[in-house]
């Protein structure tokens, strides 16, 4: 281990790999409202969270948890469930006065045509203006769940009937 006064200890969530403090400054230089997408093994969430000197401040949320009490029945980390957390989570953030925001997918690995990037097609589809390249959207057909199994284009579909009637 390195020793002596040069010697500069990284900050905790650094070491951690949990935070990227050269993305973050440049994400929060920005002064607009973050899209954090942080994803699990079992759930997606999503927060719409503006800057504060005195601390962040969350404005709008939404997670695939949610989608139980609407009726959905499958997975909640796959593409579908992904595209309907973000979908939701548009809704929200709209009713919160949000209309532009930046994506914020902190460490994660991102993959095109993946979860993260799916909840980035829910959130334009809610009506929000989030800067991204065409090219790492999933295919439609992934959205739709045709991969998966062919009754969760249905469920899909009663489901984001129900976020409408909110």
Not at 24 to 48: D, P, W
Not at 88 to 111: H, S, T
Not at 122 to 129: E, I, N, R, S, T
Not at 132 to 153: N, S, V, W, Y
Request: proline share 3%; aromatic share 6%; with cysteine.
């Amino acid at each position: 281990m390195a020793t002596g006064p040069r010697y500069k200890v990284a900050f905790r969530r650094r070491r951690e790999g949990r935070t990227d403090y050269y993305a973050r400054r440049k994400l929060l230089a920005s002064h607009e409202a973050r899209a954090v997408v942080r994803r699990s093994q079992k759930n997606v969430n999503i927060q719409f969270v503006e800057f504060g000197m005195d601390g962040d401040r969350v404005v709008a949320s939404a997670t695939s948890k949610e989608l139980r009490d609407m009726g959905w029945e499958h997975s909640c980390s796959n593409t579908p469930a992904a595209y309907l957390t973000g979908y939701l989570a548009g809704k929200r953030a709209l009713k919160a006065g949000i209309e532009y925001a930046v994506l914020d997918i902190g460490m994660q690995n991102p993959r095109v045509g993946g979860v993260l990037f799916a909840t980035l097609a829910g959130m334009c589809d809610a009506g929000l203006d989030i800067p991204h390249g065409e090219g790492i959207l999933p295919a439609e057909d992934r959205i739709a769940g045709k991969h998966i199994d062919e009754g969760i284009e249905a469920a899909m579909e009663s489901v984001k009937e129900k976020m409408e009637a909110e």
